[in-house]
């Protein structure tokens, strides 16, 4: 029989595959895998860098000081299903069930727990997961497994180290069902099972609810030493409330704190520095509070803590320093905030602040007293060469006083029998309105002789100097007793400004008394002159 001839148009199709074949078939023997080895292996390295930075960052987290119970639970879930999954009896679908829940169990863990960044209800899904994978599996596995009823007991301390709260036990009792139903166990043994799982996850919340305690006893008395050795090397009370308000707020996160210096000039606290006030709060510039007569007595009152809204009570914890106040640590927060354990140790962290106050007083003290003994040094040497002249030695360190202590009046005052002379420097204020003498009873002379120490007041016409120093616009003093051969009297400095005298002025001002006693009693003993003249005495 003939084969019929191929009409073009299928001679030209069978041409096209030919040729098709042909580039396949070249492209197949022409191709050959390219493999760098070292690209290979950079990029594997590379991906378990990432991978090992990522568990790094992830491993905290997991392994915290509940992680033995999650770890129990992963051996249990994955030994019984292994023992199901290997058993032959079992049929094949409860098989393929049980080890597709324990590796969606572990892919879903795993995801979750690796991811940096923050997951919303993350330890809500993971606790889902853990009673979900144990129902699962315990419902398939009991009929044919019969230890797999350990995975309730290791799921009930794995939610009760997870939650630590008695309102969990619940959670217990539905996880307990499955078991049970498929089981077809005894009411009698689902009675023992039940009480099994609600006595071990109390036991479990008891223990990790006493271990949180304690180790948050440690990380405070771990935050209150470190708090302790910062204040010990502060040479400030700048560095000093910057170290409070740093440290003391761990010791209750939840609370807000301030810490208050008192005013010296009166009995008022100012707020020095603060920290865990809400945003744009700040407490109020002064705050008088009312204290208990014994120091260092802790108050609580109810409300926010001055000038805020933070909290709804206040607890305020005097600081003392040799028995005298010198501070205040207000903490504001909810009643249930202050328990013992805290009360103690915001008591104990306003007795070192009251402490340091104190040593930080007497440094500055030591370091105001040398400061005054150089420039008390340093104005009686201005007044050496006038000895003899006591108005003259006046003039002399007047002008030096008026700018280191915007003082524009210097004079002395002697005691004679029961009056009292005056002795007035050149161009001071006093000289055209001092008269020549005064009657001692009721002067700021009297007064400072009588207490032996340095006095300092303003001027408010009640004292006898007061009727000359008022009309040459003097509106504070201070006094110094001046012991010169025999003859007492004082030293004393006045100011227009209404700004009284600080401690460390007053201090200047008795060092250069005596100094001025020592350097007029090498000259002559100092006498009053009988004239009439109200310019001042010349001895």
């Not at 933070?310 to 005097?318: F, S, V, Y």
């Not at 029961?418 to 002795?423: A, I, K, M």
Request: charged residues 15%.
């Amino acid at each position: 029989m003939d084969a019929a001839p191929l009409s073009q148009v299928e001679l030209a199709r069978l041409k096209a595959k030919q040729r098709a074949g042909a580039a396949i078939q070249s492209v197949t023997t022409e191709w050959r895998p390219s493999i760098n080895p070292r690209e290979a292996i950079r990029s594997t390295r590379a991906a378990l860098a990432v991978e090992v930075r990522t568990w790094q960052a992830a491993l905290p987290t997991l392994l915290r000081n509940d992680f033995a119970f999650t770890l129990a639970l992963w051996v249990a879930v994955f030994s019984v299903a292994a023992s199901v999954v290997a058993a032959p009896g079992v049929p094949l679908s409860i098989r393929y069930a049980a080890g597709l829940a324990a590796v969606a169990y572990l892919y879903l863990y795993v995801e979750l727990t690796r991811r940096a960044r923050p997951i919303r209800g993350r330890a809500i899904l993971l606790g889902i997961a853990d009673l979900a994978v144990v129902a699962a599996i315990g419902a398939l596995s009991v009929p044919y497994v019969p230890y797999a009823r350990v995975l309730l007991f290791f799921a009930a301390a794995r939610a009760a180290s997870r939650w630590r709260d008695a309102r969990i036990l619940p959670a217990g009792l539905l996880m307990l069902l499955p078991f049970e139903l498929s089981g077809h166990a005894l009411p009698l043994t689902m009675l023992f099972d039940a009480f099994l799982v609600l006595m071990t996850m109390v036991l479990v919340v008891h223990l990790m609810a006493g271990l949180e305690s304690a180790q948050q006893t440690v990380q405070r008395q771990s935050v209150l030493a470190t708090l302790i050795s910062a204040l010990a090397r502060v040479r400030d009370e700048d560095a000093l409330f910057a170290q409070l308000a740093s440290q003391a707020p761990a010791l209750t996160p939840t609370c807000a704190w301030a810490f208050w210096s008192m005013d010296p000039t009166g009995d008022e606290y100012r707020a020095v520095r603060w920290a865990g006030l809400p945003d744009g709060e700040m407490p109020g510039f002064s705050f008088s509070p009312t204290l208990t007569a014994e120091p260092g007595q802790p108050v609580l009152i109810q409300g926010p803590l001055p000038g805020t809204t933070a909290g709804t009570c206040t607890l305020i914890q005097p600081t003392t320093g040799d028995g005298e106040p010198n501070g205040l640590i207000t903490v504001a927060g909810h009643t249930g905030d202050f328990d013992p354990t805290v009360r103690a140790l915001i008591r104990s962290v306003g007795e070192e602040m009251g402490a340091t106050l104190l040593r930080l007083q007497t440094l500055d003290d030591q370091r105001q007293r040398t400061e005054a003994m150089e420039q008390a040094n340093r104005l009686a040497g201005l007044a050496a060469q006038h000895a003899l002249d006591q108005p003259a030695a006046l003039a002399a360190i007047r002008p030096a006083l008026a700018s280191l202590l915007r003082s524009e009046s210097l004079h002395l005052e002697w005691v004679q029998g029961d009056r009292v002379t005056l002795v007035v420097g050149g161009n001071d204020p006093l000289e055209p309105h001092a008269p020549r003498w005064l009657s001692l009873a009721g002067t700021r002379t009297a007064e400072a002789l009588l207490q032996g120490r340095a006095l300092r007041e303003p001027l408010t016409g009640r004292r006898p100097e007061d009727l000359f120093g008022v009309p040459a616009g003097l509106r504070q003093i201070a006094v110094a007793p001046l012991h010169s051969a025999g003859v007492d009297g004082t030293l004393q400095l006045g100011r227009r400004l209404p700004r009284p005298y600080a401690a460390g002025e007053l201090l200047l001002l008795q060092l250069l008394a005596e100094r001025l006693g020592l350097l007029f009693a090498a000259g002559r003993t100092p006498a009053p002159v009988a004239d009439h003249d109200t310019q001042g005495v010349r001895p």
